[in-house]
């Protein structure tokens, strides 16, 4: 079965609802840019509502103090959203010996390649890259040519994020072939806060694909 991130929750009914539907990862951001920013005192309490989902957090090239207080916090997975380098992910997996998710940015076949240097990394996320200028590098909810994917052999777990919702993840997974999905924007009515339907709707359509 498919499995499904829900990212970006800041309110703790959401987290209890997203866990209780079947999620299974639940991110919360760390980048002060992002309308889904979390505190880090307002993120060690909605831990206490994941359940039996495990929490992601979801960081932007963060320094090690950031790192040392994030899985201070007990955050078993570190996404890392920004311009980490290979050498930098694989120092950061030393440092924590959690597991660490990459995030990488595909517009053509060449965005491919690269993926392939990240050997430290447990799992890649495969996302759209943001537009210019943006003031974030991720979560605008657009999605990328996924016909790019469809010869593509990954080299290690992943999942395919970047403009999914509940009336394209079927399609997105079957093009695709993803084991895994990663959503934010797309269960979203306001930008930033999650809608209880569409998270119950995106994990019904991505679980029975
Ligand atoms: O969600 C954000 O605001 C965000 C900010 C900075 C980096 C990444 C962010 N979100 C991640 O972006 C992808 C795709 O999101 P969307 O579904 O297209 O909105 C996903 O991995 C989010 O975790």
Known sequence: MTQVKICGLTDPDLVRHAAQSGADWIGFVFAEASPRFVTEPAAASLLMQVGPARPVALLVDPVDEQIDRIVGLGFPILQLHGQETPDRVADIKARTGKEIWKAIGVAEADDLVRVGDYAAADRLLIDAKPPKGADRTGGHGLAFDWNLLSAWTAPRPW???????????ADAIRLTGAPAVDVSSGVERRKGVKDRDLVSEFLSAAKHS
């Open 159 to 169: 999942l395919l994020a970047g403009g999914l919702n509940p009336g394209n993840v």
